[in-house]
C-alpha cells in the first residue's frame, strides 16, 4: 500500500528566527543572498527519500536585513548535477528520476514584501521506479531577480537508494526490567508503533530503536548482501558507532548486542542465504543497556 508522508525539510519561517537557530546558516554579514536552508552535499542525507509517496515541503530564504520588496525565485531542476555527482561521488551509481515519477508544485515562488521565506512542494512517487536502481533528483534555485544565491546551498538533492529494504515498517518495542526477558515488561513498550529503515547504500540501511526516545538516540546499522539470484545473505548488525558514544556520554552503556533474535540467538551474522519473505523476518533485535539498572530491549520491524 502507498504510504503517504510529509517531508518538511523547514521548520522556521523568519530570518531572526533563522539566524539563532544553528540547524540554520547564518547569511547575515553576507549581504543579500538566496538559498536552500538545509540543502547541499552538507545535508545530503536529509533528501533521502524513503516513503512511496513522498510529499516534499521545502523553503526558500532571502537573507537580507532589509526585505522591502517582493522577490520572485524560480526553481528548476538541473538533470546534469546528476551526472557530476556521481564522478565526484563515486559508489553508488544514481540514475536521473523519470519526469513521470515527480510533480512540481511551484517552480515560481514569490516572496512578499516584509517576509523572507516562501515554500515550494514537490510530490516523488518512488513505487514508480525500479527499487533495484538509485535515482536522484537535483532541485535548484534558476534565479532570483538579479539576487545572488548561495553557491554551496542552492541544490535539493532529492534521491532514491535502490535498497530493496528501504521504507516504512509497523514497530514492536519491548523494554524489560532486566537482564533478559523473563523479567517484568515496562510500561514504555508499545505495539503498532512505526519506523523508517532508510538507506545508506544499495547493500545497509539503518533505522533507530525507540529506547531513550525522543529524540531518537540509537541507529541500528544492517547491512547484507545481495545475491545474483535475488536472495541475500550475510546479515551484520551494529550500532552506528557516534551513537554509542554519545549513549555513553549520556550515562548509558550497552551492555551487550545488538543480535538478531529471530533466527539465531547470541550471533549478529546470518550467512543465509534468504528470500525476500524470509529476510523480512529477521528483523527483530536485542540488545542490553545499563543506566543505573538493567533493561532487555527487544525491537521488532514488519514490512
Do not use: W
Not at 100 to 122: D, E, L, R
Amino acid at each position: 500500500m502507498k504510504k503517504l508522508i510529509l517531508l518538511t525539510t523547514l521548520l522556521a519561517i523568519g530570518l531572526s528566527s533563522c539566524l539563532k537557530d544553528t540547524r540554520y546558516l547564518n547569511f547575515a554579514g553576507a549581504g543579500n543572498i538566496v538559498n536552500f536552508p538545509l540543502s547541499g552535499i552538507p545535508n545530503f542525507g536529509n533528501d533521502a527519500v524513503t516513503a512511496d509517496t513522498a510529499v516534499i515541503k521545502f523553503g526558500v530564504d532571502y537573507a537580507t536585513a532589509n526585505p522591502n520588496t517582493a522577490l520572485t525565485v524560480t526553481l528548476g531542476v538541473d538533470t546534469t548535477l546528476v551526472a557530476k555527482f556521481n564522478t565526484d561521488n563515486p559508489g553508488i551509481v544514481y540514475n536521473v528520476l523519470p519526469a513521470s515519477a515527480y510533480v512540481f508544485t511551484a517552480t515560481s515562488v514569490n516572496i512578499p514584501a516584509g517576509a523572507q521565506f516562501a515554500y515550494s512542494t514537490i510530490t516523488i512517487n518512488k513505487y514508480l521506479l525500479d527499487p533495484a536502481k538509485s535515482y536522484m533528483l537535483p532541485v535548484v534555485i534558476k534565479s532570483a531577480a538579479g539576487v545572488p544565491i548561495s553557491k554551496n546551498f542552492s541544490t535539493h538533492y532529492y534521491h532514491v537508494i535502490g535498497n530493496d529494504f528501504a521504507g516504512a515498517y509497523r514497530y514492536n518495542f519491548e523494554r524489560f526490567n532486566g537482564t533478559d526477558s523473563t523479567a517484568a515488561l515496562n510500561g514504555l513498550s508499545f505495539n503498532g508503533g512505526s519506523a523508517i529503515f532508510v538507506p545508506v547504500s544499495p547493500t545497509e540501511v539503518q533505522v533507530y530503536t525507540a529506547y531513550a526516545s525522543p529524540p531518537p538516540l540509537l541507529r541500528y546499522d544492517i547491512t547484507f548482501v545481495k545475491n545474483a539470484d535475488g536472495t541475500y545473505s550475510n546479515f551484520q548488525l551494529s550500532f552506528v558507532a557516534s551513537d554509542v558514544a554519545a549513549a555513553l556520554a549520556g550515562g548509558i552503556t550497552i551492555v551487550s548486542g545488538p543480535v538478531f533474535l529471530t533466527v539465531t540467538p547470541n550471533a549478529n551474522s546470518l550467512a543465509g542465504p534468504y528470500t525476500y519473505a524470509q529476510a523480512l523476518k529477521l528483523f527483530r533485535f536485542n540488545f542490553v543497556k545499563h543506566t543505573g539498572s538493567y533493561g532487555y530491549i527487544v525491537d521488532t520491524y514488519i514490512k
